[in-house]
């Protein structure tokens, strides 16, 4: 299995509500990140986890929760967001130990728009 | 100065033609290089990786790496339509974990 999935791939959610994005891999990679991309714009990283334990949180508010419950899932909560923070969220999983000639693998993405 | 800097483009080339887009940046400590190609409204896939300075080749793709200059480049031979994306550089450097700084990435379209 050479896949990363991600649900739900479009969400619409107001202000006011929580919702979840789900992350999936088998590949046996110990190294997932969350990566937030604008319209033209390159995907931004938001956070790394390795071995399930956070290693990188790039200053992300903190109406975005990560969670990593085994290695193979992440999941990111969603809190009282902003318009600002429609766009499309990508999941990448990869070897821990280097990148070595597979970089990332991303998922499909999550499409969300918040109204 | 950005990290990894791309022309944005749109690059245009006719069918058949070869198809250059450069990135350089700015770490010297930069130590493995990656081009995925993204369609619009879709994720990113990775196309080539190189971390040795030359040529890597791959089909129809090669990727040159070019350390003492900082520059990186993908040729695209007998470009096709379905060629037609946003191509993005990303680097990883030594000490920076796993961790992949994208470029802004080249808009390339291939024509009829």
């Known amino acids: 299995d050479t896949e990363v999935t991600q649900t739900p791939k479009h969400l619409v959610m107001g202000m006011t509500n929580k919702k979840s994005l789900k992350c999936e891999q088998h590949m046996g990679h110990r190294a997932m990140y969350w990566y937030k991309q604008k319209a033209k714009k390159p995907p931004e990283l938001m956070f790394v986890y390795s071995y399930e334990k956070l290693s990188i949180n790039e200053s992300v508010p903190s109406r975005f929760s990560p969670e990593c419950p085994n290695s193979s899932l992440l999941n990111l909560h969603l809190h009282a967001l902003q318009p600002e923070d429609s766009a499309l969220y990508l999941c990448?999983?990869?070897?821990?130990?280097?990148?070595?000639?597979?970089?990332?693998?991303f998922g499909s993405g999550t499409r969300l728009t918040v109204v | 100065q950005k990290e990894v800097e791309q022309n944005s483009g749109p690059l245009s080339v006719p069918e058949g033609a070869i198809a250059s887009l450069n990135c350089t940046y700015s770490?010297?400590?930069?130590?493995?290089f990656f081009w995925y190609r993204q369609y619009s409204g879709k994720s990113p896939e990775l196309i080539m990786s190189?971390?040795?300075?030359g040529d890597k080749e791959d089909g129809r793709f090669t990727a040159q790496l070019n350390k003492a200059s900082q520059y990186v480049s993908l040729l695209i031979r007998d470009s096709q339509p379905s060629d037609s994306a946003t191509y993005l550089c990303a680097v990883n450097r030594v000490g920076g974990g796993n961790k992949l700084t994208f470029g802004t990435g080249t808009q390339l379209k291939v024509e009829l």
């Open positions: 770490d010297r400590g930069s130590q493995s």
């Open positions: 990448a999983s990869s070897h821990e130990q280097g990148l070595g000639n597979y970089g990332y693998t």
């Open positions: 190189i971390y040795s300075n």
